[in-house]
């Protein structure tokens, strides 16, 4: 019974494949295009950069990406509004070592400021119209990835696949100015990976973080898909949710996302509040994007849409919240910059 139910399961995922596989399968794989680049790096909260940009055995890539941010003049609950303006930049290379191994190095630092308007209630008490409660927020991260090819003769399901093992490392801190100490962070992450190239690319895997200062280590799952359906077509995940893409010309994509995305800050010590204290912002977020590269080293990418569910919390290492307000629907804007050299 054991056995018959592994081969159902063997068909069943052979199935699959061919069903995302097929158009390249009669038609012939053409080498792996990225219609847009890599989506622009909201989710900057998520566990490992595998959820992002994994690495790719053959991958070769020198890009450097400067990006920024705006939600504007979001509503809060108590009748008070917040402004976040986000600006980062992120740095990525990656090459082949030798004929089975690839390395990656992924290095980005943003900054986040909050403009508060209104009355608002953080830590419990009424403060005045346009006072800060929280200084500038910083983010930094670098991330090292190897990507290990497991079958370079044979394959299990189609000529021509491949598959790898991808291992990370990574080190950062997300703190509040005056809390860069407390806000350091490290962790790592492995994943299988399944390519077909030209088609399909898939990740599944898992991924450890901790923050230095203290203790406990949180276990997130990896799942990272980029299947191009057709010439023109191509879905992936992005985060916590999905991206569809559609390549009108080698020069312009446009995009459709729905996703999580959040982030979190180490906060500085403060009258009122304990010293392990967190800043959290999670929002659920749908967007409309377009990717125009005028030139082949240069991209450039405008994002609009809606933070339709969002909510600011203080708490302290995540088991008591301080202080929560929830946030109306609101607009964002991403304008991002990538240079290929």
């Not at 596989?21 to 890599?38: F, K, T």
Request: aromatic share 8%; with cysteine; charged share 20%.
């Amino acid at each position: 019974m054991t056995n018959a139910r592994a081969r159902k399961a063997a068909h069943l995922l052979a199935a699959l494949l061919v069903l995302a596989l097929g158009p390249a399968r009669w038609s012939g794989a053409q080498p792996q295009q990225e219609a847009v680049d890599s989506p622009p790096s909201t989710a900057a909260d998520t566990p490992s950069e595998l959820l992002l940009i994994p690495a790719w055995p053959g991958s070769r890539v020198v890009q450097l990406r400067f990006e920024s941010e705006v939600i504007p003049d979001a509503a809060l609950q108590d009748s008070g509004a917040v402004t976040t303006v986000r600006s980062g930049l992120r740095l990525r290379a990656a090459a082949p070592v030798t004929d089975r191994l690839t390395l990656q190095a992924v290095a980005r630092y943003s900054a986040t400021l909050f403009s508060f308007e209104g009355r608002q209630l953080f830590f419990g008490a009424n403060r005045p119209p346009a006072s800060n409660p929280f200084d500038d927020l910083h983010d930094t991260r670098l991330s090292l990835q190897s990507a290990f090819e497991l079958n370079t003769d044979g394959h299990l399901f189609f000529a021509g696949e491949r598959w790898a093992l991808i291992a990370e490392l990574f080190g950062g801190a997300r703190w509040e100015h005056g809390a860069f100490g407390e806000g350091l962070l490290g962790g790592g992450g492995l994943a299988l990976g399944y390519e077909f190239p030209g088609r399909l690319r898939v990740a599944l895997g898992v991924a450890l973080q901790t923050r230095i200062a203290e203790s406990g280590v949180g276990v997130n799952p990896v799942f990272n898909v980029r299947w191009r359906a057709t010439d023109h077509l191509t879905l992936r995940t992005r985060g916590r949710g999905g991206q569809i893409e559609y390549e009108w010309s080698p020069r312009l994509t446009t995009y459709a996302a729905a996703f999580k995305t959040g982030s979190s800050w180490r906060l500085d010590r403060r009258r009122g509040i304990p010293s392990s204290s967190v800043l959290n912002d999670q929002q659920l977020r749908c967007g409309l994007g377009l990717e125009w590269r005028p030139h082949r080293q240069l991209r450039l990418n405008l994002e609009i849409g809606t933070v339709v569910n969002r909510e600011l919390e203080v708490d302290v290492r995540g088991a008591r919240s301080l202080s929560s307000i929830d946030g109306s629907p609101s607009a964002y804007l991403v304008f991002s910059l990538g240079l290929r050299p």
